[in-house]
Structures are given as structure tokens and as C-alpha cells.
């Protein structure tokens, strides 16, 4: 079992983990579609206090809509170096990156991975990914695998 008493961040990917790595492209540009499930999770979170950052290589107005919809003000979105972006959070945060999770999906993601004290993935992610991650989600990216791992912070929450 995955020790989660000391963390004190939920650092997030969007595309492949948020959404299903789908891009819809309309009329008005790239429509990206979010689980519900997921949502409610980083609402109970950030009820709770627990600061929930993304950090993105893309940067999509869908995605800032979302992060406002959830209260989530660690944005981090057109980060081509996502390592430094989460150093950064977890300066502003005063905390070590040793307390953060990280979650991604893809290999630009494995040095942010590297650097969080726990590394998760949804199931579809990138099979390197895997094998570099303390927690491997069992449903995929958009599909309620960001809803597991807030389960799992809300449960350590509750006991520590």
C-alpha cells in the first residue's frame, strides 16, 4: 500500500489524464471533454484545503474553463518543461517535491514523475510510464483515473 500521509499536492496532466487525449477541433478552436467523476473528486479535495495544480505542455481555453469551474488556481498550462513548472508549484507551495504526486501519462511526463515523491498513471498511459509509477490507476485517463487517486488522498486525509 502506497503511503500518502505526507503529501500535500495532487499535481495533474490534463491531456491522456483529465481527458481521454482526445482533441476535438471546431469551429472555435479544441473542445476538450472532462469526467464528472474526476471533477467532483478535486472539488471534495480542494474543499478539504488540498491545493490541486495542472501542469500541461498545452494550453487550451477548455482547460482553463475547467480548472475555474473546479477552483483550481495552480495553473501551469504551455509548460514545456513540467519538472521546473512542479518545482515551482511546490516552491510557492513551501513544500518539497517529495510531497507531491505527480500524474501523467506520456514520456515528456516521466521527469515531473521522477521528481514528485509518488508518480501515478492512469491504465492507458505509455507502458515506460508504468513502470516508473508508485500508483497505476485502473481506469484510463478521462475515465475516472483521477477520480482513484483523489479517493485514495481523501482516505489518507481522513486517517492521518
Known amino acids: 500500500?502506497?503511503?500518502?500521509?505526507?503529501?500535500?499536492l495532487l499535481a495533474l496532466?490534463?491531456?491522456?489524464?483529465?481527458?481521454?487525449?482526445?482533441?476535438?477541433y471546431?469551429?472555435?478552436?479544441?473542445?476538450?471533454?472532462?469526467?464528472?467523476?474526476?471533477?467532483a473528486?478535486?472539488?471534495?479535495?480542494?474543499?478539504?484545503?488540498?491545493?490541486?495544480?495542472?501542469?500541461?505542455?498545452?494550453?487550451?481555453p477548455a482547460t482553463r474553463r475547467r480548472a475555474a469551474d473546479l477552483g483550481i488556481e495552480l495553473l501551469c498550462l504551455g509548460s514545456h518543461e513540467k519538472t521546473e513548472a512542479l518545482r515551482?508549484?511546490?516552491?510557492?507551495?513551501?513544500?518539497?517535491?517529495e510531497a507531491a504526486i505527480f500524474m501523467g501519462d506520456g514520456l515528456m511526463d516521466l521527469p515531473a514523475i521522477r521528481t514528485a515523491g509518488i508518480g501515478a498513471c492512469p491504465a492507458g498511459a505509455h507502458p515506460l510510464v508504468k513502470t516508473e509509477c508508485d500508483?497505476?490507476?485502473?481506469?484510463?485517463?478521462?475515465n475516472g483515473a483521477v477520480r482513484e487517486?483523489?479517493?485514495m488522498l481523501l482516505e489518507s486525509l481522513k486517517n492521518g
Open 1 to 8: 500500500m502506497i503511503k500518502l500521509e505526507g503529501i500535500r
Open 13 to 24: 496532466d490534463v491531456d491522456g489524464v483529465l481527458t481521454d487525449g482526445g482533441l476535438y
Open 26 to 39: 471546431g469551429p472555435e478552436g479544441v473542445v476538450q471533454k472532462f469526467n464528472s467523476a474526476d471533477g
Open 41 to 60: 473528486g478535486i472539488i471534495e479535495l480542494r474543499r478539504r484545503g488540498f491545493p490541486v495544480a495542472l501542469i500541461s505542455f498545452r494550453d487550451f
Open 88 to 97: 515551482n508549484v511546490c516552491k510557492n507551495l513551501s513544500i518539497d517535491c
Open 135 to 142: 500508483i497505476v490507476t485502473k481506469k484510463t485517463g478521462g
Open 149 to 151: 487517486v483523489v479517493d
